[in-house]
């Protein structure tokens, strides 16, 4: 085909070329840059709120277990370790689904899921409660004479209505650090920073649940309010998901040093069961002091996951930089161990403090 065919000059061609794709880009709204300050302060504000919300969950389920099996220091330990197994699964479940996500976008959309599920869940944990009392009452009678029998049974009852809300609250952090680390030199730094906002957010939400918004709004508004919370949050992430700009998942990272990682990993169980021990240690201890009552659970999470956050976001930057890694792992360890200790002591030695300073001052008490 001949030039004279195609126009004899290309230039005006190229012109209008060019002009038709600034008139489309004028017209339609460009996608989001997956890597842009907003969207990480965005997503990241998501979680710090929805760490509040899991840990308001968490007090409320303690209160209405405790009016189920009537016993303060058990429904503080099956709620923890349901709980915890809980997040556990969903944490080992989400590691196997998330490498296979075709992009940013739907990491986003995922974790928008996940929170909405936790809002439903969230909403369903009392009704589910309410119907397994009955249950409870009929197995109370025969299981009373047989201990561990009445307590397996009032923990696998826990585990049945708790487990699917905190699996789906497990899944999220290692669907947003797939999110967020996109290369290994800063996966101390992101992985840090978001399990710090988390765990921020829980403290901000455990406390203002069980001295703020339980004691003044009671159990099932303060409940509606955070599940309204996890609604935002996930139809907020699915919307921004929409928006973004198609772009492939982070590539995998394979460790060469395996037999290292497996210790690594050993400790960091251990290390999970001896920090779900303390606090229910701990919870017992203080409720000697203030009673057992829900404000001594408040107090002491509140605490413990204060410690986890500042921990979290004060050595993330030297997880990175650090040559050796399982080295720090085991200093930190050993440190905490010797601070375990010494929390201990003070809080066991301080209960005949505060027994003989109650009894000279017990005239001013009403």
């Not at 599920?117 to 944990?125: E, K, S, T």
Request: aromatic content about 10%; charged content about 10%.
């Amino acid at each position: 085909m001949s030039n004279s065919a195609l126009g004899d000059n290309p230039r005006p061609s190229a012109q209008t070329s060019r002009g038709t794709r600034v008139a489309t880009t004028s017209k339609e709204k460009p996608p989001a840059n997956a890597d842009s300050p907003r969207l990480s302060a965005f997503v990241a504000a998501c979680f710090f709120l929805s760490g509040a919300a899991g840990l308001v969950y968490q007090v409320i389920w303690v209160r209405l277990i405790e009016k189920v099996i009537g016993s303060a220091p058990f429904a503080v330990a099956a709620v923890l370790s349901v709980f915890m197994a809980g997040l556990a699964l969903g944490s080992w479940r989400a590691g196997r689904v998330i490498d296979r996500q075709p992009g940013r976008a739907a990491l986003l959309a995922l974790y928008g899921k996940l929170e909405l599920g936790i809002g439903v869940l969230a909403l369903a944990v009392p009704v589910a409660m309410a119907a397994a009392r009955p249950v409870y009452r009929a197995f109370y009678d025969p299981l009373l004479e047989h201990f561990w029998c009445h307590q397996a049974a009032a923990l696998a009852g826990c585990a049945l209505v708790l487990i699917p809300p905190a699996a789906l609250m497990g899944a999220t952090l290692p669907v947003l650090c797939r999110f967020y680390v996109r290369r290994l030199d800063h996966l101390g730094r992101r992985t840090g920073w978001l399990y710090g906002l988390n765990t921020a957010g829980a403290a901000l939400g455990v406390a203002l649940c069980g001295l703020v918004l339980i004691p003044h709004l009671g159990v099932w508004p303060t409940l509606g309010l955070f599940a309204a919370l996890n609604f935002l949050i996930g139809g907020a992430c699915l919307g921004v998901a929409r928006r973004l700009a198609a772009e492939p998942a982070p590539p995998k990272a394979r460790s060469q040093r395996k037999g290292q990682m497996r210790w690594g990993l050993a400790i960091f169980a251990v290390s999970g069961f001896c920090a779900m021990a303390y606090e229910v240690l701990w919870t017992r201890l203080l409720g000697l002091i203030a009673g057992p009552t829900t404000y001594s659970f408040t107090l002491v999470v509140t605490t413990f996951i204060i410690g986890l956050a500042l921990g979290s976001l004060l050595l993330r930057r030297a997880a990175d930089h650090s040559t050796a890694v399982f080295t720090l792992l085991t200093g930190s360890q050993l440190a905490a161990a010797a601070a375990a200790l010494l929390v201990s002591q003070t809080l066991g030695n301080s209960q005949l403090f505060f027994a003989k300073l109650i009894y000279i001052h017990q005239d001013r008490f009403s």
